[in-house]
T-cell receptor, first 116, second 117 residues
Framework: AQKVTQAQTEISVVEKEDVTLDCVYE???????LFWYKQPPSGELVFLIR??????QNEISGRYSWNFQKSTSSFNFTITASQVVDSAVYFC?????????????FGGGTRLMVKP | SAVISQKPSRDICQRGTSLTIQCQVD?????MFWYRQQPGQSLTLIAT?????????ESGFVIDKFPISRPNLTFSTLTVSNMSPEDSSIYLC??????????????FGPGTRLTVL
């Protein structure tokens, strides 16, 4: 069975600090996708990134970057120079596809608080 | 991506009553999903809804409690029946854009925040 673990339940940083959110996953499949979603206080779930299991290249998008390492089954998310608007709950998710579409298994989430 | 709306955005209901949540998408999609997010918790999949077939429920969720309709490719409803305070949660629908392959991404609606007294 697939599983996603976000060990950090809550992180607090001061604005402009860099912060890394950890995500460790378990799956028996060789083909899978990993996702990060952001949930601001409004409650809506915002898609940030999708990564497939065959592409271990790190990705950077503005202040956001992702480090995918199959050897450690990790897909970590770093925010550089954090801002107050980054305050949200961040979810890592795994999809193995196939059965009934791409059912997502979510981690427990990490609440990030960025203080001014 | 897809533009997804949900109605109502929030509601306060009495125990024993039922609430139907609507999910509307601005384009035709094959797969729609319903998730529950209990207070302070992560998201849990309730069921997968394909147009023209019965919804498929995950372990711990049953059709009598959470009946789902999927009358066409842009719309779905989830009913929370005979509600109790334990049903207080955010209910989110999501859709997959594309042909239903592994490369698709799920996009989420804004959620319905339900409080049961």
């Amino acid at each position: 069975a697939q599983k996603v673990t976000q060990a950090q339940t809550e992180i607090s940083v001061v604005e402009k600090e860099d912060v890394t959110l950890d995500c460790v996953y378990e799956t028996r499949d060789t083909t899978y996708y990993l996702f990060w979603y952001k949930q601001p206080p409004s409650g809506e779930l915002v898609f940030l990134i999708r990564r497939n299991s065959f592409d271990e290249q790190n990705e950077i998008s503005g202040r956001y970057s992702w480090n995918f390492q199959k050897s450690t089954s990790s897909f970590n998310f770093t925010i550089t120079a954090s801002q107050v608007v980054d305050s949200a709950v961040y979810f890592c998710a795994l999809s193995e596809g196939g059965r009934r579409g791409n059912m997502l298994t979510f981690g427990g989430g990490t609440r990030l608080m960025v203080k001014p | 991506s897809a533009v997804i709306s949900q109605k109502p955005s929030r509601d306060i209901c009495q125990r024993g009553t039922s609430l139907t949540i609507q999910c509307q998408v601005d384009s035709q999609v094959t797969m729609m999903f319903w998730y529950r997010q209990q207070p302070g918790q992560s998201l849990t999949l309730i069921a997968t809804a394909n147009q023209g077939s019965e919804a498929t429920y995950e372990s711990g969720f049953v059709i009598d409690k959470f009946p789902i309709s999927r009358p066409n490719l842009t719309f779905s409803t989830l009913t929370v029946s005979n509600m109790s305070p334990e049903d207080s949660s955010i209910y989110l629908c999501s859709v997959e854009t594309g042909a239903g392959g592994l490369t698709d991404t799920q996009y989420f609606g804004p959620g319905t925040r339900l409080t049961v007294l």
